[in-house]
């Protein structure tokens, strides 16, 4: 596991563009060893089961998969498993909340894999968030010679996972870096999760940023019953951090003005962020004029070139 320091972090900022720069070819590096691995196991597991837990960096890591892959001429099919959403008045008992696994239509989803593996046309539903209800669906053409890329927070849950493992490769997406804090203190991977969560959830979803850490504890909670127990069912693992983030989201923090004034010394303290707060006081800040459009760090503050 990967460990660096507040420190190392303000050093590299002295040159902020080429810290950038640097950070972001050592994830286009990790997407392509990801790709190497895929395409060894292409011919047997073509399909690409992709998951990792809220905040992590998963869609942005799919879509630069099969950026990556076209590049080479590998045809590519990609689903989102939020458009398999059942209709919230055809959910079961079990699915007592948006984190469980029983929201899903699972078997529409399994019939629509394989029908596009075997290069049939298959029918792809969407899903309205806000209407928590189906459009229409769409068609998409199969291929047999295509990977078939599928990513949602569910993947390598056995639900679907046993019925697609024959045929896929598990990919696991989370950051993983670990900060020392000043104090020797560390700041994980979940509270940086947290902070991605907090900018995006505010920039594009109109929630405060206590609004968010609240809902915090009810999304850890569906993680750890769903999502971390089968993480062991990937063979390909990508630590999504990128060393300069922490710098970028801690301007976000400070420049969204209800932030210090709804995050209180007490509310920091009962929800555990006091790291996360204290890094971002002595960090230097970083704006976005050199984040590239692809980056995952722009899954979070804004200005993707990918639509989500």
């Known amino acids: 596991m990967r460990v660096i320091d507040v420190e190392y972090i303000n050093d590299c900022m002295r040159d ?24 060894e196991r292409r011919k047997d597991h073509p399909v690409v089961l992709i998951t990792g837990p809220s905040g992590s960096g998963k869609t942005t890591t799919a879509m630069r998969l099969k950026d990556y892959l076209t590049n080479l001429d590998v045809p590519v099919r990609m689903l989102s498993m939020d458009n398999f959403f059942l ?24 019939e629509a894999v394989r029908t596009l593996k075997d290069g049939d046309e298959a029918e792809i539903p969407q899903y309205d968030f806000k209407t928590s209800s189906r459009k229409d669906p769409v068609k998409m053409q199969g291929d047999k010679d295509a990977l078939i890329i599928v990513e949602g927070i569910h ?4 639900i679907i996972f046993d ?51 609240l809902m915090a504890k009810s999304v850890d909670a569906g ?15 990508i630590d999504t951090f990128h060393d300069y983030e922490l710098c970028i989201l801690a301007e976000y923090i400070h420049e969204i003005p209800e932030a210090m004034e709804t995050l209180d010394a007490q509310f920091i303290k009962e929800n555990r962020l ?35």
């Not at 008992?93 to 399994?110: Q, R």
């Not at 002595?282 to 200005?303: C, M, N, Q």
């Open 16 to 39: 902020d563009l080429s810290f950038v720069f640097r950070c972001e070819e050592i994830f286009h590096d990790k997407i392509g060893k990801a790709s190497v691995r895929i395409l």
């Open 87 to 110: 209709p919230v008045d055809e959910r079961p008992p079990e699915a007592e909340d948006w984190e469980s696994p029983y929201c899903v239509d699972w078997n529409w989803l399994n």
């Open 155 to 158: 993947m390598l849950n056995p």
């Open 163 to 213: 019925k697609l493992k024959d045929i896929a490769t598990g990919v696991y997406v989370a950051p993983r870096t670990r900060v020392v804090t000043p104090g020797d203190r560390v700041l994980r991977p979940e509270q940086i999760r947290i902070a991605r969560r907090m900018i995006r959830d505010y920039q594009s979803r109109g929630r405060s940023l206590k609004e968010t850490v």
């Open 223 to 237: 993680e750890m019953q769903h999502i971390t127990p089968y993480k062991e069912n990937a063979i390909v693992h």
């Open 274 to 308: 006091e790291e996360l707060i204290r890094t971002t006081n002595v960090l230097k800040p970083l704006r976005t004029a050199y984040i590239p459009k692809d980056s995952i760090v722009r899954e979070f503050i804004g200005g993707s070139r990918y639509i989500y």
